[in-house]
Each structure stands twice: as C-alpha cells, then as structure tokens.
C-alpha cells in the first residue's frame, strides 16, 4: 500500500492512502499541538486494532456475541532500551463462553497481522529519489525475479521471464504494482491480490500452484485488463477524452444512427445482427458508450477480425462492455498463449452456465486418474483435513469441452462453492478449479458460502450466473449433488504437443465452436507493449442478456450525469426534470448514484453512500415538497445502510417533518428537546434543509469537471498513462 505523506501546519502531518486521510501530530511537550495521535500512538494503537479484529471475526463465524467481551493491551518498555518492549494484550471474556472457545479467541489474537509483521521483522529500505509520482517501479517481492528457470503447462516462456517481461511493461507504462496480499491456506494453492499503488481502483488477483505461477497469473490479468480497458468500465473518462482524437482506441471508428435513431448501416454483421437484434428493437441510441458520453460524435465503434473469412465487423465498444464484461480477454507471452486463454476462460463460463441451468449432475473424477496429480491431490487433502468435504468432477459434458470442476462443501454453515476451471490440458484445468476455489479466501471466508436448493427458478435466474461470474457465490441446485449422474466420465485431452502446443491447441479450440457453428470475432492489442486479445462468441459468451442493451444499459448514465454533478446549480425547473427522469428510471431505488452515473465517488463521503431514493428525497427538500420528502424519509430510515451519522440525520429530519406537516403541533414547542436529543449541528441542517439555507446537506459541490472527486480523477489519471501510450504507439508505427 502506498502511503503518501504531506506536511501540514507546526508538527502536523497529513497520510493518505487509499480513500481515506490519517492526521497525526505530536503533544505539546514536543512542539505540537496535541490535536491527533503520534505516529508511534498509531502504531500502538495498531496491534491492539488488529487482534480485536481476530476476535471479532472469530466470534462472528460462531454466533458469540462481543456485547461483554473486552480487549486492552499495554506495551512495557526495557528501561534499558526503549525500542526493547513487551506488547501485553488482555481479553475479559464472559464467563458463559466455552474452554473450547475461550482458546480459540486465545489463538486468533495470535494470528493478527500487525503481531506477525512485527515479530518477522521487517526490512526497511530508504532511499531519495528525482519524483515519487515517476519513480514506477514495481513494488514486487524482489525474490521472486531470481535467475532460475521455470516452466509451466500453457507458458511460453519460463514464468520468472515472464514476471520480468510483464514487470516491465506495467513499470514503463508509470503503474505502480503493489502486492496487497498473499494467501497459501493449503499445500499447492497460492493466491494474491495486486493493485495500482496510486489507483487502487485498478486490481486483479492471480492464482496458481505456486507463488511464482500465481504473480505471473496477477499481472497477466492487470495487463490484459489494461488492453481491454476493463478497469475503466461503466465509468467517466472525463471531457479532454471525451474530446480527444480517439477515445478507446486509435482505430476506432464513429458512426451516427440513421433517421428516427437507427442502427448505423456500417457496424455489425448479419450473423451478429440476428443475435443482438432478434425483435428489431435495438437503436444506434441506445449505443452511444458511456466512458465519453459524446452523444455529438456518434456510436464509437471497434474493429474485430471475423475469424471464419477475416473479414473486419465492427462492434460498439457500448455493447461490449454492456454484455461480455471481463470474458475472453487475455493477454499472453505470444498470441496464441493469449488466444489459449481467451477461448478456455469462454468454455468454462459457458459450460459452467449449461451445467447449473440445467441443473445437471457431473461424474465424478476416478481416484486413480487424481492420482496422477499428486500436488492436486496434496491441496484437496489440505481442506478436507480442515472439515470441508471436496468433490471433484468432470464437467467436459463427456469429452466435448476442456472443462473440470472441483466442489466445496461447508457442513459447518451448510453452504457449497462450486468451482470451474478449463484448459486443454486435464491437469492444468483441473488445478485451476481448485486455486479458483481458494482464490482471495481465508478459512473464514469459506462461512459465507450460499446453501444449494431444489428451487429451479432460483437456480436458472440470470443474475445468478452473473454470481457465478463475478466470484462464483451464486446458487447451486440441490440435483447438482446426486449419485445419478447425467454423463460419462471421459479422460479427455485437448492439449498440444511440442513448441507449438499452444498454436495447436487454439486451433483445437476454435474448432469446437466452429463445429458449434459459432462465428467469433478477435481483437489483438499491441499498443502497450504485450500481446493482448479480446475474443467474442455472439450468442455463446455474453455475460448479461441481450436485451440488456436496450432495457438495461450502462448509458442511462448520459440521462443523469452531468444535472447530478451540477446539483448544486440546478434552478428549480431543472431540478423538477431531473426528479422526474429519476422517477421514471428503470433502476432501483437503492442503486447507488455512483453506479448510475459512472463516477467513482470516495466511499468514505455522502456521496459515495448516496442512493437514488436519497437524491430524490434530497431534491424533494430543496424543492419545499415536504409530504413527499416525508414519504421517501421513511423508506431510508427502514431500509438504511448508510452511516450512523446520515441515519441521525433523517432521523431528526423525520421527526421535524412529522411537526411542521401537522396543523396542530409547533416547531417552537419541540425544537429545544431536538437539539438536546440530535444536537445543534444536525438540528440546524435539518431545519436550513427545510428552509433552503442549506442545499443537498452532506454533498459537497461538483461538476462535470470532477472537482473535489480525488478517487475518480485518479482513475482517469490511469486511464490518460494507456491513452498516452496508445498514442505514442501509433505515432512510432507512422515513422516507420
């Protein structure tokens, strides 16, 4: 984690890092000031955090309640040495709570990170350097860039090539890759989490058998979803992009909708036509992408090569990212690596989705064919010996696709976690069903797995398998786990042969959906310095419905983006028609506004918290529609899961709405007993917000320039280091 530090006035010091500001100072023995904690407080302050947290966590997944549980530590000093000290940390435990579980809590304080990084030591390394901003070197565990030479199944190259390869990519790109955390839970299985120092909004996780092949997992999936601009998805790109010769991609193309909004003549095929488009309802206006929101310029569209003919068809980038989300993107040491990868990940969703709408019952992988993967086999065994009974099944549908799974069962909360993985290779998708399984999880977090059922309708519900797509929680039928299973298991094998196994293997892949009668469509990205591809399967790989393109697509932000941001300066007509279009939205009113318009809003603010049904209630208020306002207050109030302090809020506000809409009661006789119970500060928010003194309380004034919004501007900042690239790129092939 990147911690930037700014000086402030006297002895103050100012930390910031994520969303969120640390204020240390020092006490006024030393010069300061004494209006916050020392840096050393903090650090104190810090362990006992920690093993509190432990103990929490602990008691939560047991259903022991903290009410009467206390924690206090205290460090003793060496007054021999004062950096020699004693951390003595104290639990008060109730006396209804159980040997077995006063131990447990015992041994969860001990495992608490800040005890572990401190009795390990760290290393500190200090040194100066021309600009923090420029320096982009990768924050990556130097050991793992050694001399020595490793090659997996589906690599190209050795992976300690290909960490340095992709490390250097990212580093001259300017992203600052940080490792955030690493999981090993069990033998074989390694997982960990990496984000862009300064936009932590940018992150993948990686897996893999070891912590070498799990890096190298992690930033193939940062610079593949750098080339894709996934982490850019559904939000705001800004008004120089919006603006600029290219938006996406330099070769991207605009086209406007024909007469009464149709669909432009020069974008998509037939064969997608039919898909998209089945009732001839889909308009180029309901194209127009959301990231640029330039209505003006047209459909931006982005070329993909038809594999069957190699004929150039071009798809708005809108539908893209309304439908397909992260599925069948890659990027790879060659292309065909990438290509591997794309088309495995295309089976495994796909598949994964016929297996659980139908609701079918998967044979089981023989013992004897398991153990010819001993290091699999170690993993499994490692959660089996934890309590978590693990099946493990061939999902290739009887030799048809390079599909395996790997089931978790949980009989301590009676949920189940079903884990699909593909390759060409049997053992290779089958290590990565279970390092999915694991990937980013705790022990802990293995509690909130969701219970099968024998309800179909729950099952085959859409959302679910975008459960399943986003971490694989979604719902799993109860049929699933039957001893009757609906195919044969087959020892299939896709996998190629030699240097060119991967080339055969693509070829293989893309044999299947051929044979399927799927036309697919590539794009292949070069323009940051690795190979990336995007591959798309109409009718086969989308994540999201069809229909959603026109019932539900990202760019109802453009209805709504630029009146939110300018709230503070809409005149009441413009605030009537905005509550209107809100009024009207098809989303619900607990989407959050964040989502709705495409802008990351720091969580830690009103705005980050605020939902549709709180900006109407917000613009009811400004607008004195007091009954209304009312209305709103009490669906917040039974419903909120907003901040102690905004709930205090409504509350108050609640109460005095109650007395002002009642003919029989005055403000005047309430209004001292108010400010006892809410406070002056809330009581007069609430009565400037009823008076028009004060104006949409707790967000604070923005625009469509983004002031004030640090989160997002840090986005844009690290989608401008692509653009720039992209530019750069096509500015060196045109010299050559």
Not at 55 to 79: E, F, G, W
Not at 98 to 119: H, P
Not at 505 to 530: D, R
Request: aromatic share 10%.
């Amino acid at each position: 984690m990147e911690i930037k530090v700014n000086y402030l006035d006297n002895l103050r010091l100012e930390a910031k890092f994520d969303d969120f500001t640390v204020i240390a100072d020092q006490p006024i023995r030393y010069k300061g000031d004494g209006s916050a904690p020392g840096p050393f407080d903090y650090f104190l302050a810090s362990s006992a955090l920690c093993a509190a947290y432990f103990v929490k966590v602990y008691c939560q997944a047991r259903d022991i309640s903290t009410d009467n549980i206390r924690l206090s530590q205290n460090n003793i000093v060496d007054p021999e040495n004062r950096y020699k000290q004693i951390f003595k940390i104290q639990i008060e435990l109730p006396s209804d709570i159980s040997e077995k579980d006063r131990q447990g809590i015992l041994r969860s304080i001990d495992r608490c990170t800040v005890k572990k990084v401190v009795q390990t030591g760290p290393e500190f390394v200090i040194e100066a350097v021309e600009s923090i901003d420029a320096d982009a070197q990768a924050l990556l565990m130097p050991n793992l860039a050694s001399e020595s030479s490793t090659r997996i199944l589906g690599k190209d190259l050795p992976l300690e090539e290909t960490i340095a390869n992709m490390s250097a990519i990212l580093a001259g790109l300017g992203m600052k890759i940080e490792i955030a955390s690493w999981r090993n839970i069990v033998p074989n299985v390694w997982s960990l989490h990496i984000r862009d120092a300064q936009s932590p909004m940018c992150f993948t996780n990686g897996k893999g058998s070891t912590k070498e092949s799990a890096l190298a997992s992690a930033l193939g999936e940062f610079i593949e979803r750098l080339n894709c601009n996934f982490f850019y998805n559904d939000q705001f790109w800004g008004q120089d992009i919006a603006q600029a010769e290219f938006v996406h991609y330099p070769d991207e193309k605009w086209f406007k909708p024909g007469l009464d909004g149709a669909l432009p003549t020069e974008i998509l095929d037939e064969y997608t036509l039919d898909i998209y488009n089945p009732d001839d309802e889909l308009l180029g206006t309901h194209l127009f992408d959301t990231n640029s929101g330039n209505m003006e310029r047209g459909v931006c569209s982005l070329p993909f090569v038809r594999q069957s003919d190699g004929e150039t068809v071009y798809f708005p980038s809108n539908l893209i990212e309304n439908l397909y989300l992260s599925n069948g993107m890659s990027a790879g040491n060659t292309l065909v690596e990438a290509q591997v990868q794309c088309l495995s990940e295309i089976f495994e969703r796909a598949v994964k989705r016929e297996i659980l709408e139908g609701e079918m019952t998967l044979p089981d992988v023989p013992q004897e064919i398991l153990a010819k993967y001993p290091q699999i086999v170690a993993g499994i065994q490692g959660l089996e010996e934890q309590g978590f009974p693990v099946l493990v099944k061939d999902a290739s549908l009887s030799g048809k696709y390079p599909v395996m799974c790997v089931t978790l069962m949980n009989p301590r909360t009676g949920g189940v976690f079903a884990s699909f993985g593909a390759h060409p290779s049997l053992e290779v998708a089958l290590e990565r069903s279970l390092t999915e399984l694991l990937q980013g999880r705790s022990f802990e977090g293995l509690n909130d797995l969701p219970k099968p059922t024998f309800s179909s309708n729950a099952v085959t519900e859409p959302n679910n398998f975008v459960e399943h797509f986003i971490d694989s929680s979604g719902l799993v039928s109860w049929r699933f786990f039957s001893a009757q299973a609906d195919h044969e298991f087959v020892e299939w094998d896709f996998s190629g042969q030699g240097e060119n196994s991967n080339a055969d293997e693509a070829k293989a892949l893309f044999g299947i959906l051929e044979e399927m009668g799927k036309e697919v469509y590539m794009a292949v990205y070069q323009h940051l310095g690795a190979t990336a591809c995007r591959i798309l399967v109409p009718g086969y790989s989308e994540i999201y419905l069809v229909e959603d393109s026109i019932w539900d697509n990202t760019n109802k932000a453009l209805f709504f983006r630029e009146d939110i941001l300018n709230l503070h300066r809409l005149d009441e007509s413009r605030l009537e028609a905005l509550l209107e279009r809100l009024e009207e939205c098809d989303s619900d009113d607990y989407t959050e506004i964040k989502t709705l318009i495409g802008i990351e809003f720091d969580d830690n603010t009103v705005w980050g918290q605020l939902t549709i049904l709180e900006l109407k209630l917000q613009i009811y208020l400004a607008l004195q529609q007091f009954e209304e306002a009312q209305d709103l207050v009490g669906a917040f109030l039974q419903y909120n899961t907003n901040t102690v302090e905004r709930g205090l809020f409504y509350q108050c506000l609640n109460v005095v709405l109650e007395v002002e809409l009642d003919d029989e009661m005055d403000l005047s006789d309430y209004e001292a007993n108010f400010r006892r119970m809410f406070g002056d500060e809330r009581m007069d928010a609430v009565i400037g917000s009823m008076d028009g003194s004060v104006r949409f309380y707790g967000l604070t004034p923005t625009s469509m320039k983004l002031e004030g919004l640090d989160r997002h501007l840090r986005l844009i900042e690290s989608y401008k280091k692509l653009h720039h690239a992209r530019a750069n790129f096509v500015a060196r092939s045109s010299e050559d």
